[in-house]
C-alpha cells in the first residue's frame, strides 16, 4: 500500500501542472498590461488576473491590439499580428499554422483554445493576403465555426466563458448556427465577420459578401451595442462598408457604381447610430459619397436633393451673420459638409451641361466650394477637378481666341494646384486630367 501511494505521489509530481500561462495585453494606445492569467478573451472584453491573481479592470475588445505569452515557443505567435501588417501572407500562413495544434507548454484549456482560435484567424487573415479569396472565406468560416461550438458548448467556469458580458444577443451566423450568447464568442469574430465580407467581395461575389459578411456584421454589431450601450462596437462596421465601397466603386462591372453606392447609404445610417443620432463627420463623408456616386448613376434629381439642404443651411447661416445675429451655426464640420454639396451641386449641373450658360452655373458651384475653407483633400480636389473640367469646356465653346484662352488658363490654374498640392489625392489621378490639358494646350494662347 505505502508503495502505490509513493508511487502515485511521483506521477502526481511529474505531471505537468495545469495553470494558465502568464504574459501581456497590448493596448492599441501603446500601454501593456500584464496578467497572470487570462480568463475570458470574448467580444465582451478581456477578463484577467493581475500577478497577484487579483482581478484586474475588463479590457475592452476595441483597447487590444494583441494578446501576448511568456510561455517557451510562444515568440512566433507574439509576432503574428505584426506579420499581418506587414503584408507577409506567406510568412504569417506558417507561422500561425503551428499553433493550430497549440504548443505542448500550454496546459490551461483556456489558453489552448484561445490560442488555437486565435492561430486560425490568422491563417485566414493569411489567405486573403495571398489572393486566394474563396479558401480565405472558407478559413473565417471554419474559424467562426470553432469559436461558435466553444460557445454552445460553454457554460460559466468553462474555457473562456466570460464571468461579465454581454448579455442575450442572438446571432444567426453565417454558418448556420444560431448563437444565444453572442457576447461571449471569442473577440476576434467581429474582425472575421469582416474579413469574411472583403474576401468575398475581392471575389467577385459581391452577393455573398453582403449576406454572409457586411450585412451580419451590422447586424450583430448593431445588437452589441443595443444590450451594452458601448458605440464601439460600430466602428467595425464603418470600416468594413467604407472598404466595401470602395472595392464595389472600382469595380469594372456594370453593377459596382450601384453596390458602392448601397454600402455608403448603410454607412450613413450606422455612423449616425455611432453618434447617437447626431450628425458627425462620418454621416456627412458617407452621405455626400452617395450624392457623387448618385451622379455617376445619372440619377440627378435624387443627388441634388442631398446637397440643396445643406448648401441652404450654409447660405441661410451667412445671411443670419451679416444680419447681426449671433451665428453658432458655423464650425467645421459644417464647412464641410457645404463645400462638399457645393462640389456635388457643380457635379450635377456639369454632367448634364451641353452649352457654356449650364458650365458656367456650374463652375460658380465648384468656385464656390473652393472658396470655403475646408480641411478636406478630397473634397477641395473634387472642386478643383471639377472647374478645371468646366474651364476647359467653357475654352473649347468660346468663339472668341481671346476668352477661350482665358478660360484655358484658368483650367491650368486649376490643374496645377490639383497636381501639385493635392497630387496624392484620388481626382489628381482622375483620366479626366489628361482630356482637360489636352484642351489647355489647344485654346490657351501662347
Not at 468560416?141 to 460559466?156: F, H, I, N, R, W
Request: charged residues 25%; proline residues 3%.
Amino acid at each position: 500500500m505505502k508503495t502505490r501511494l509513493i508511487a502515485l505521489a511521483l506521477c502526481v509530481a511529474a505531471a505537468p501542472a495545469l495553470f494558465a500561462v502568464e504574459g501581456s495585453v497590448l493596448k492599441r494606445d501603446g500601454n501593456a498590461i500584464q496578467f497572470k492569467s487570462v480568463e475570458a478573451e470574448t467580444l465582451s472584453g478581456i477578463e484577467w488576473k493581475d500577478p497577484q491573481k487579483n482581478p484586474g479592470s475588463r479590457i475592452d475588445v476595441w483597447d487590444v491590439d494583441q494578446v501576448r505569452y511568456t510561455a517557451k515557443g510562444m515568440d512566433q505567435f507574439n509576432g503574428l499580428a505584426k506579420k499581418l501588417l506587414s503584408g507577409r501572407g506567406d510568412a504569417l500562413e506558417k507561422d500561425a499554422n503551428d499553433y493550430v495544434t497549440p504548443p505542448k507548454e500550454l496546459t490551461d484549456e483556456g489558453d489552448k483554445l484561445r490560442v488555437e482560435l486565435t492561430a486560425r484567424y490568422y491563417v485566414a487573415r493569411a489567405k486573403l493576403l495571398q489572393g486566394a479569396y474563396l479558401e480565405a472565406a472558407d478559413m473565417f468560416l471554419a474559424y467562426m465555426k470553432k469559436c461558435e461550438d466553444a460557445v454552445t458548448k460553454g457554460k460559466p467556469g468553462s474555457a473562456n466563458y466570460p464571468q461579465f458580458m454581454v448579455k442575450d444577443v442572438v446571432f444567426a451566423s453565417p454558418t448556420g448556427n444560431k448563437i444565444l450568447q453572442a457576447g461571449a464568442l471569442h473577440r476576434l469574430y467581429l474582425d472575421a465577420l469582416e474579413g469574411l465580407g472583403d474576401a468575398y467581395a475581392r471575389a467577385d461575389d459581391s452577393e455573398n459578401a453582403s449576406a454572409k459578411g457586411y450585412d451580419n456584421l451590422v447586424k450583430l454589431t448593431g445588437d452589441l451595442n443595443a444590450k451594452s450601450s458601448k458605440v464601439e462596437y460600430f466602428d467595425w462596421a464603418l470600416r468594413a462598408l467604407k472598404a466595401a465601397g470602395d472595392l464595389a466603386e472600382a469595380a469594372k462591372d456594370g453593377t459596382g457604381i450601384t453596390r458602392a453606392r448601397e454600402s455608403f447609404e448603410k454607412l450613413a445610417v450606422v455612423a449616425l447610430k455611432r453618434a447617437s443620432g447626431k450628425p458627425s463627420r462620418a454621416s456627412m463623408e458617407a452621405s455626400l459619397k452617395v450624392g457623387f456616386l448618385l451622379v455617376q448613376e445619372k440619377k440627378y434629381n435624387d443627388a441634388q436633393s442631398r446637397f440643396q439642404g445643406p448648401i441652404r443651411e450654409w447660405e441661410n447661416g451667412q445671411k443670419a451673420g451679416k444680419s447681426g445675429i449671433t451665428a453658432n451655426w458655423l464650425n467645421s464640420d459644417v464647412a464641410y459638409l457645404a463645400s462638399g454639396s457645393y462640389v456635388g451641386m457643380g457635379m450635377v449641373r456639369a454632367a448634364q451641361a451641353k452649352d457654356a450658360e449650364t458650365y458656367t452655373v456650374a463652375l460658380v458651384q465648384f468656385a464656390t466650394a473652393l472658396a470655403i475653407f475646408s480641411t478636406a483633400p478630397e473634397i477641395r480636389a473634387l472642386g478643383l477637378l471639377g472647374a478645371a473640367e468646366c474651364s476647359g469646356q467653357l475654352a473649347k465653346l468660346s468663339k472668341d481666341a481671346g476668352a477661350a484662352s482665358r478660360h484655358a488658363e484658368n483650367a491650368e490654374r486649376y490643374l496645377f494646384e490639383l497636381r501639385t498640392t493635392l497630387g496624392q489625392t484620388k481626382p489628381a489621378t482622375d483620366k479626366k486630367v489628361a482630356e482637360i490639358t489636352a484642351m489647355v494646350d489647344k485654346y490657351k494662347q501662347k
